[in-house]
């Protein structure tokens, strides 16, 4: 599980060492981020249709440092 993709605290829900509670809500909010309400379609659609923005965002996303917002979305699910 070393790798630069999976953050050191996203390490405790990849892997199942933290209370069922917590695997809940992070397992929660991803699902209303990517497959609630079309949020999966939304994200397909965008891919499709606007290929270039798409590519641009993966980028960014790639070169940045995603440490603050993992800790940000843990906060959003309860997870401290």
Known sequence: MEH???????????????PAEQQIRILNF????TARYYGGYQAVLATHAEGFLEA??????????????????????GIE
């Not at 991803?30 to 981020?33: G, M, N, S």
């Not at 641009?56 to 699910?77: C, E, G, H, P, T």
């Open 30 to 33: 991803i699902a209303d981020l």
């Open 56 to 77: 641009l965002k993966m980028q960014i996303a790639r070169s940045s440092d995603s440490s603050a917002a993992v800790n940000y979305v843990f906060r959003l699910a």
């Open 4 to 18: 630069s993709r999976y953050p050191s605290n996203s390490r405790k829900v990849l892997l199942r060492s933290c």
